[in-house]
């Protein structure tokens, strides 16, 4: 986790509280994610609309808004299984604000947003990154300096994650790099099981050497620069 909590423009506020049954009352909502709106979910406020009539940044096809949404919780956090019903519902991209309940020092936020691809039906949601706990009235940084929408989208989807953005690297392709480096992280820490656990002597030169060349790949995958990935 990374990043800080932004200062979202006041001219892009929309301030509509959204009611949580219109997400959660929807066929196609598990019973167990409807029970977890109940429980874990106080109020659901559209807070920000980022377009191009609120922030002047042209949107495209990919990227046309982005919304913010703050969702204030009934106790300590909210489940991802509760945004991703939300995300669905929505057809644009959405950067959630997490907030705990308590008094004015307790009171903690957090940013997060997974990426959303556009898609006939509904959308395909990456995994979800977000930033550390920080306290309500946290002083808030400026966003990302972009020349578009779809450019905003990929700042603030990195400023959720460890990585840096490589030059001229979209919102989607910095998810894909993502999901690329949790599945080589899950193979290398299988294969140094693998290693440890081995007794013979040959197969664990054998091991040895595919590690190596994971971990290469991994280091090539989180590296800012672009370059080939060896061993993938």
Known sequence: MTGGLYRWPEAARFGRVVPKAKFYEQGTVPTAVREKFIAEVQRITWSYKLAEKTINLPGTSVVPEIQVFQIDAKGTDVSESVLAAVDKAVKTPIIFE????????????????????????????????????????????????????????????????????RPGEDATEIAARLESIRKLESEVAALERKLWSEPQLNRKVEIRRTLKSKQAALAALISPSHGPVPGV
């Open 98 to 165: 997490i907030i705990t309940q308590g008094d004015a020092s307790a009171r903690r936020t957090r940013m997060v947003a997974a990426h959303k691809a556009p898609s006939i039906g509904t959308a395909k949601l990456g995994s979800y990154h977000s930033t550390e706990w920080f306290q309500h009235d946290a002083d808030r940084q400026p966003l990302p300096t972009a020349i578009d929408l779809p450019a905003l989208y990929a700042r603030l989807i990195e400023s959720l994650t460890s990585l840096t953005a």
